[in-house]
């Protein structure tokens, strides 16, 4: 049995997974590249700890990267471990004696909020970078939650009451172009591919954890929409968009109201997914989030690497 199928068995008896480590999301979010996992076992065989991980090639180095749309990887331990810090330890020593043997040019993966792998691999030598998330972990009263919000975004709910909601309705190749007519009125492009987003969404709709939401007028028109997945323990605001000719319609801020009224029902934390850009992250602080940092893991295994990878930053902010 490999390793894939090993985890892949493994996660079907665990309790919890983050849906960004499922074999299936990763199949949906790797599709045409190759992902593989290594496993850390326990005294008597039984697998400890495992990490799932996207195998980049560019020219001669082989390196590992976050898939795209994908906030969190890293290693992942059992449940029964998660608070031991020696065991934990014991878990990261054996997944970095493995990737050692990859002959790797760098890697980098972003780890759970609160992993204690993150103070273990540090400690193998492995640097670390804060990032920052913004959630809202209480939705059971909503009229809280709203009073929460800044006076901007209340006051673009009132501005919005002419407009609705619509679960599901609109089509995934529909919310695509929606999308990138958005983007590319501010003259950026999607990040993804349509083939991407038609993998991920069929392979979420099967399990019931993705939908798409869309803020649209009394004619149909839709003025914002997202692409929502959840797991058992949050919801994520995975690819949100608006039309910036209607960026005074208070459909923005619906659109997060909806999405949050949507975790609520399902009983999960409500995770805005990443919020590094400035912008970004000053347009989610107005609905009250708690930020919560997590952690960047990363290795230059050749330096020679980080030098390709600065000629690449180079080449792409030329571009722009």
């Not at 997974?17 to 999301?25: C, D, G």
């Not at 994908?70 to 998660?82: D, K, L, N, S």
């Not at 878990?91 to 990859?102: A, F, H, N, Y």
């Not at 950026?188 to 038609?198: A, G, I, Q, T, V």
């Amino acid at each position: 049995m490999t390793n894939k199928e090993r985890y892949i068995e493994w996660t079907e008896q665990q309790d919890f997974v983050p849906i960004f480590m499922m074999p299936w999301w990763l199949d949906a979010v790797c599709a045409g590249k190759e992902w593989d996992v290594l496993l850390a076992e326990d005294e008597n065989g039984a697998i400890a700890g495992a990490m799932p991980y996207l195998l980049r090639k560019r020219a001669w180095y082989k390196y590992i990267v976050m898939p795209q749309q994908t906030q969190i990887g890293g290693i992942w331990v059992t449940a029964e471990i998660t608070a031991d810090r020696w065991r934990t330890a014991e878990v990261c020593r054996q997944i970095k004696e493995q990737m050692d043997g990859l002959g790797l040019a760098y890697y980098y993966q972003q780890y759970l909020p609160g992993s204690l792998c993150v103070d273990a691999m540090r400690g193998l030598g492995f640097k670390t970078q804060e990032r920052v998330t913004y959630r809202l972990d209480d939705l059971s009263n909503l009229d809280a939650v709203i009073e929460s919000f800044s006076k901007n975004k209340r006051r673009q709910l009132q501005k919005a009451l002419s407009l609705h909601a619509e679960h599901d309705k609109m089509e995934t190749e529909d919310f695509y172009r929606f999308h990138s007519n958005c983007l590319a009125a501010r003259k950026r492009k999607c990040s993804y591919s349509r083939e991407f987003l038609l993998v991920l969404e069929r392979k979420a709709r099967r399990l019931k954890q993705c939908e798409i939401l869309s803020i649209c007028n009394a004619d149909g028109v839709p003025y914002a929409a997202a692409f929502l997945v959840w797991d058992k323990s949050s919801m994520y605001y995975l690819i949100p968009t608006f039309d910036p000719a209607f960026s005074d319609s208070g459909a923005s801020s619906l659109l997060v109201l909806e999405a949050l009224k949507l975790a609520r029902e399902k009983h999960v934390v409500f995770d805005f997914e990443g919020s590094m850009d400035r912008g970004t992250a000053k347009h989610y602080k107005q609905f009250g989030p708690t930020a919560v940092t997590y952690y960047g893991v990363e290795k230059y295994y050749k330096p020679l690497f980080r030098l390709a990878i600065w000629a690449q930053k180079i080449r792409e902010w030329g571009m722009h």
